[in-house]
């Protein structure tokens, strides 16, 4: 952000819109003059004063609490000061457009996003995984994701974080003075253990990815696309699956011309599934644009699920399709209206040996009856790298997980240098030094501006 970081700075904090109640919120280093003038009373700290909100011609605006939370002890860690009135963007725009003009000789300016969050944590207030998590807890869409995203509010990521930082640090300590005296070099990987300890580290590293990428799976969910010939039931699976009417669902064949997307929840997990037009050569232009935009929803797919009609398991159209499937991405083959099948067509299918593909590895469902949905949602999850009944202890980000991979890299690396007769010690420390670099990146003990400016603009306004 270019804007001043000291700069006194006012928000509408809640919502937009209309509400029972709605809060406006400054910050600022120095704003107990400014509060007590607007307010008219010598605000006590952290005290709710019921008043009357005056604008400069003493006209009653509105009616309701002052709070003054004076630095360092508010969410900023500068000066805090909460109107608290009716919850209507007019009554809220007024007494906002006042308290702007009564600052004016203070500085005071409009917040931009996220910038009361990003002041908690130049301030020391949180850290960046915390302050991240703010912005995740908001935005949750599941109570599980809620509840995660407020653990790593109170700090349970960070604390992880730090705990392996600690271990690095120790070691590079060790490291860093052997350098001092070169005659002890010689010996110190195996004085000090060197390989153990990295070891050790580097499994509790592997523990904590494991649960960052639960916890990832948990914030951003997982792109779903349905693909498969027309009619075959897309449409009606995604239905089945929001358990609402979102796709239009007829019996002609290229009813869905374009994609329709529907996020749902399986166990918490934010799964959002894309309905795409049925995959055929068609002549109709407008149905072509639809066919070529499936194929691009399916090349950014994190999973296919190639839906097929039961009662052609071996439609060769279906082995054109799934040859023309990207083959990096996971993909769920899945039959469709089983209930369509006589239990003696199904049986003599079995026996017969009809099917030349392998129908095994396929899942049986049907999006009318709901049969084979719960298995097909939980094949789902488990793609997700989610294992069912679990919950993800803090929620991370993809941020994190990549900061994550990259401290185990260079600790990979670092336990290369480790193994080698001819030990490097300058080379060991450096990895060591880059390992504990991308965990500072994680709690933003090391960061750069661009990043810092990135992940706050991306908060609502007022937060
Ligand atoms: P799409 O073109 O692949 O999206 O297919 P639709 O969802 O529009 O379904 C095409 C037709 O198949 C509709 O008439 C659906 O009612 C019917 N259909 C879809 N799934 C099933 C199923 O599981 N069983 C039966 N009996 N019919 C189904």
Redesign the pocket.
């Known amino acids: 952000m270019s804007v001043s970081q000291t700069d006194p700075i006012i928000a509408i904090a809640t919502a937009p819109g209309r509400g029972g109640i709605g809060v406006i919120r400054a910050s600022g280093p120095d704003l107990r003059a400014w509060a007590d003038a607007l307010c008219g009373q010598a605000l006590r700290s952290r005290h709710a004063h019921y008043l009357p909100f005056r604008n400069r011609e003493g006209e009653v605006m509105d009616e309701g609490l002052a709070l003054f939370f004076p630095g360092p002890h508010s969410y900023t860690g500068e000066d805090v000061l909460e109107l608290q009135g009716h919850g209507g963007p007019a009554v809220l725009r007024r007494v906002l457009d006042d308290c702007l003009a009564r600052g004016a000789d203070i500085g005071l300016r409009l917040a931009q996003p996220g910038e009361f969050t990003q002041r908690a944590f130049l301030n020391e207030r949180l850290d960046l995984a915390q302050a991240e998590a703010v912005a995740d807890l908001i935005e949750a869409s599941s109570a599980a994701a809620a509840r995660s995203a407020m653990a790593s509010l109170s700090g349970a990521f960070s604390a992880e974080i730090d705990g392996l930082s600690e271990r690095i640090v120790q070691l590079r300590m060790l490291v860093e003075a052997t350098l001092d005296f070169p005659e002890e070099e010689i010996d110190f990987l195996e004085k000090y253990q060197a390989a153990d300890r990295l070891d050790t580290v580097t499994a509790a590293l592997d523990g904590v990815l494991r649960t960052a990428r639960q916890g990832m799976v948990l914030r951003e969910g997982l792109h779903v696309v ?1 693909a ?12 089945a699956l929001a358990g609402e009417d979102v ?5 002609i ?4 011309r374009d994609r329709v997307i529907q996020q749902i929840h399986v166990d918490g997990i934010p799964l959002h599934i894309v ?1 795409t037009a ?1 995959l055929r050569h068609t002549e109709d232009t407008v149905e072509q644009i639809g066919v070529e935009r499936s194929w691009s929803e399916i090349a950014r797919a994190q999973v296919i699920v190639h ?1 097929q009609d039961a009662r052609h398991p071996d439609d060769p159209l279906d082995a054109d399709i799934v040859r023309r499937l990207p083959a990096g991405t996971p993909m769920l083959r899945v039959l ?5 099948l006589n239990e003696s067509a199904q049986a003599q299918r079995e026996h017969s040996g009809t099917d030349r593909l392998d129908t095994s590895e396929r899942i049986r ?5 709901g049969a084979g949905l719960d298995e097909l949602r939980a094949r789902l999850l488990s793609i997700a790298g989610w294992t069912p009944g679990t919950e993800s202890p803090w929620l991370a980000r993809e941020r994190h997980v990549l900061a994550l991979e990259a401290a185990r890299q260079h600790l990979l690396l670092a336990r290369e240098h480790a193994a080698h007769s001819d030990q490097v010690l300058d080379l060991f420390a450096e990895e060591l030094r880059l390992a504990h670099e991308s965990l500072c990146e994680i709690t933003g003990q090391f960061t750069s501006d661009d990043l810092l400016g990135e992940i706050f603009s991306r908060f609502c306004i007022g937060k």
């Not at 469902?365 to 009856?369: G, K």
Request: glycine residues 12%; proline residues 6%; charged residues 15%.
């Open positions: 349905l498969g010939q027309p009619n075959v039931g897309k449409s009606s699976l995604l239905n796709a239009i669902v007829t019996p064949a290229g009813t869905t309905d049925g839906l469709n209206k089983v209930d369509l469902i049907s999006a009318r009856t």
